[in-house]
């Protein structure tokens, strides 16, 4: 299977949000608010922002126009996972629960892996990665856009493009989309739109979005030139160490298990006469003289155990 990408044509977009009911219907993603709930914020943008019930949103921004008979002119834009070729949040994810697939190339998620630290959403320059509660536990779970990896492997398209009515949602291989873009941004350059441009070829090695911007990359909300933060390469050499430590964390409590089991499984008795301190099971004199010492308790206890007394090979 060849790479695969979502194509959005901002200047057909009517910003229906039909594609944010088709994500959400196709995913079982609730609304965040409650019947009649949602407020005038000024701007018909909404919800306001992506969350961790919601994947995808368009944008509506409002742009001075150059007439008196257009005097407002909208710049609708497209705000979800951009799906990158070099996909910092993949790279920094410790439990893998965000992996690009090879085939798609879009960056698949693996809620039961995510252990919530939330590394990816502070290495994502596009800052789209959120969370949500998945009811076990109230653990907090990392929640995007998948691409519709269900939909894609069976031959058919993500859920919003297949919604969008004036096609400005489409899919297919990515070089065939990129082709489609270039050629539309040379239209709308002849038509008027000096600052159309295309966006997603190359950012972040590649994106699996890509975006025709009818008034330019600042008008539509997106990033120019994005890269990942100097924080996620920390976090990436940090992964291993990160793991590393889990893994003594685990030990560290089986250990101590293991010493509270030996403690109480070696019952102890102490002699006035001779001031010693005797196991009750083996006999042994596990401690000299006047209790009353200077040892730390957990000494004590590791004296105390069947195995791995001080002496013992």
Not at 74 to 86: K, V, Y
Request: net charge negative; glycine share 10%; aromatic share 6%.
């Amino acid at each position: 299977m060849t790479e695969k990408a979502v194509y959005f044509d901002s200047s057909k977009c009517t910003a229906c949000k039909g594609c944010q009911v088709a994500c959400k219907t196709w995913n079982n993603l609730p609304s965040p608010l409650g019947t009649n709930e949602a407020k005038w914020s000024g701007t018909h943008q909404n919800p306001a922002d992506l969350n961790g019930d919601t994947r995808l949103i368009i944008t509506f921004n409002e742009l001075e126009g150059d007439s008196k008979i257009k005097p407002v002119k909208w710049a609708f834009g497209r705000r979800a996972c951009q799906h990158c070729t070099d996909a910092p949040c993949a790279s920094v994810c410790p439990g893998g629960a965000l992996v690009r697939n090879e085939e798609t190339g879009f960056v698949e998620v693996y809620q039961d892996k995510c252990v919530g630290c939330q590394y990816c959403h502070s290495a994502c320059p596009f800052d789209v990665p959120r969370y949500e509660s998945n009811g076990l536990l109230d653990k907090t779970v990392i929640d995007k856009c998948t691409g519709c990896a269900d939909r894609v492997a069976h031959g058919m398209a993500p859920a919003c493009v297949s919604a969008c009515q004036p096609n400005a949602l489409q899919f297919g291989d990515r070089d065939e989309m990129i082709a489609k873009g270039k050629e539309k941004v040379a239209w709308l350059h002849e038509n008027g739109y000096p600052d159309a441009c295309l966006y997603g070829e190359h950012e972040m090695g590649g994106l699996h979005v890509i975006q025709v911007l009818k008034y330019g990359i600042d008008a539509h909300d997106q990033v120019q030139d994005p890269k990942a933060p100097a924080t996620a390469q920390l976090t990436q050499i940090m992964k291993p160490v990160t793991g590393a430590i889990s893994g003594l964390t685990v030990a560290g409590l089986a250990a101590m298990f293991g010493l509270a089991i030996g403690y109480k499984r070696d019952k102890l008795a102490y002699n006035p006469e001779t001031e010693d301190t005797v196991s009750v099971i083996t006999g042994d004199i596990v401690q000299h003289g006047d209790p009353q010492d200077d040892k730390t308790v957990m000494e004590h206890i590791t004296e105390n155990l069947p195995i791995g007394k001080k002496g013992d090979k």
